[in-house]
């Protein structure tokens, strides 16, 4: 599905992202973790190529991506990234729609199924009933639930997810990882996460791909990577690994 | 609406005409003087409303209008200069204010967005920086005008409709119906613009062919308007305000809706223009401004 092969991004002088590669695979979940300034974000935006690449190569779906169109790569790549404020009204139902942008006529109207399929995602982030409300008037949790409904309203085969659970209650970090699952094993798709919260990732990812200064420090299943010693290498700083009791994935304890 | 407007702004008037019995006198003033007049403040409103409404969303602020970015008075330096050394060209106003407009527009952009992007600040100093550069440089110009001419420049620079004709109402009608079904095209795009650049970027537009685009048009918008009735203020700011109160933000909506309601707007703020200290008459400009810069006060506080 999407293949990156040794890339390098470069702001001016600086080296952000340092021959890195990455294999997504269908059905899968990677959290991308790091600490602040690695690059994860970085790296997201190059996987859909809204951030140039210095050298190596993306694949998506075999073809090379600098040669599809902006349409073409949304199409088959969702974004869910933190949502700026907008100086307009603009109601939760016309921000989801902005998924389905890449769907049937650019310069036409919505069809049906366009509406159905974005108050379906609305849904699933449990907003029923907010479809008329006014972005700028939710708060910070429900505009990010409404950045994902968006996303999933796109039906893409890849979703990628910068720090999604951000501004999420508790119930609702578990509602975000849950939908992705969901996502990934129902539509065959794939999802990589940015994350802080190495427990989340722990309990939802199948791999993990340890980020520190714009390179891999460790990749692979997810239990193998979140390790006491990497974990200290790359965060700087204690912590304590035990197995959570519900799901017997790892728990990770920062010591203070 | 917008024929009812019509209807009654050729009506109305220093000499009030009925629609029947018209003297030749009367007719005269009908279809030589006040019809291009209505019909091409018709087009003006037009032009501008929905060159603004589409600038708002393409940079996400609702204070962007073509007068206060300084693209008018591109357009009105542009054309100025094609009066002063290309008087017997038609076409050499048009075409200078169109790149007078642009290249205005060009510059604000460039000055307005930084590594962080664009923040209503930097874009409304950008624009101030611009109107005044331009300003004096028109000054500059308006020195070399004898007396006689002196005169009608400056109301012409406060966008002044009485030296309408029909040849320049073709030209404008033919710009503003075409603008605006381009802009309208560009509306769903738009919509996810308003958003975020980056945003629409992710979900599929692709940004720089929709920038170029909005301001190539707007420029054209702003740029005949400006060459057939000077900087008549405001309007773009107005307008496509009240639209979006009244249909919310939906750019396929506003942006046309927007042309119609500029029209009326600008031919009903030109009869009172021609009316209210008849037989004398204020530049429309001074009265879409009047109403105009209280709104870009509240809005600016609202932000």
Known sequence: ?256 | MLIAALLIAVSVGSERLAFFDLSDTQRSILFDIRLPRVLLGACVGASLAAAGASLQALLRNPLAEPYLLGVSNGAALGTMLAFVFFEQFFFARPLFALAGAGLATFTVYQMARSRAGMNVERLVLSGVIVTTFLSSIIVLFTSLLDAARLRGFTFWLLGDLSQATMSGFYLTLAASVLGTIVLRSQARPLNLMMIGERDAMDFGVEVGRVRLIVFGIASLLVGTSVAASGSVGYVGLIVPHLVRLSVGSDNRLVVPLSAIAGAIFVVLADTVARTVIAPRELPVGAITALIGAPLFIYLLRRN
């Open chain 1, 1 to 256: 599905m999407l293949e990156v092969k040794e890339i390098s991004v470069w702001f001016g002088e600086r080296k952000v992202i340092d021959n890195v590669s990455i294999a997504l695979g269908s059905g899968e979940i990677l959290a991308l973790l790091g600490p602040n300034g690695a690059g994860k974000t970085t790296l997201l935006r190059a996987l859909n190529g809204t951030v140039a690449l210095k050298s190596g190569a993306i694949a998506l779906n075999g073809a090379p991506l600098e040669e599809l169109s902006r349409r073409e790569i949304a199409r088959n790549i969702a974004v869910v990234a933190q949502e700026n404020e907008t100086k307009f009204p603009i109601t939760v139902l016309e921000f989801t729609l902005a998924g389905r942008f890449t769907r049937g006529a650019a310069f036409g109207w919505e069809t049906e199924h366009d509406v159905e399929a974005a108050n379906n995602a609305l849904e699933m982030c449990d907003l029923s009933g907010y479809a008329k409300r006014v972005m700028n008037e939710l708060s910070g949790g429900e505009r990010q639930r409404v950045v994902l409904a968006r996303a999933l309203a796109a039906e893409t085969g890849i979703l990628l997810l910068d720090e999604p659970t951000a501004n999420l209650d508790l119930a609702h970090q578990a509602l975000m990882f849950r939908l992705v699952r969901e996502r990934c094993r129902d539509a065959a798709a794939s999802a990589i996460v940015i994350t802080h919260d190495l427990n989340l990732a722990s309990e939802f990812a199948e791999r993990v791909i340890l980020l520190k200064g714009g390179q891999i420090f460790a990749q692979g299943p997810t239990a193998q990577v979140l390790t006491r010693e990497n974990l200290q290498e790359v965060y700087d700083v204690q912590v304590l690994l035990d197995e959570n009791p519900a799901s017997g994935k790892v728990r990770v304890t920062t010591v203070y």
